[in-house]
């Protein structure tokens, strides 16, 4: 195993143990029926991202807030943000703190690209 990044070396090996008793777990759930393990795959994938994320309906609603709040202005430039929902981005300042009322700002898109440049995700 390569030095984990973000991981000490112990939760590193700890997570891949985990991980690897869940496959094995998911591959003896399916009985061998490739599309249910496709299935029971993409359930946990989904709810961990809603664990990390929150639901998409949790963001629409804290994206409405933050509209509310910032007076329908992009927290970076300073613009009018656009009506339509899905070109306004929820940045948030601290990723692993999640989305919350206290740890977002609502962005345009462009900005929102600009922001992942400058922290080094894009």
């Given amino acids: 195993m390569r030095k984990p990044k973000n991981l000490s070396y112990e939760n590193a090996v700890w997570a891949d143990e985990v991980l690897q008793q869940i496959r094995t777990q998911l591959r003896d759930r399916s009985g061998g029926d490739t599309l249910v393990l496709h299935h029971l795959r993409r359930r946990i994938v989904k ?12 963001r629409k609603k ?6 509310i709040e910032q007076g329908g202005i992009c927290a ?13 981005v929820l940045d948030r300042e601290v990723a692993h703190l999640g989305y919350t009322d206290a740890n977002v700002r609502l962005i345009h898109r462009d ?4 922001v992942q440049e400058e922290r080094g995700f894009a």
Avoid: F
Wanted: aromatic fraction near 8%; proline fraction near 9%; glycine fraction near 6%.
């Fill in 47 to 58: 709810n961990l991202g809603y664990d990390e994320k929150s639901t998409p309906y949790e």
């Fill in 62 to 67: 804290l994206k409405q807030r933050k509209m």
């Fill in 76 to 88: 970076i430039c300073k613009n009018p943000l656009p009506e339509r929902g899905y070109l306004a």
């Fill in 111 to 114: 900005c929102d690209i600009q």
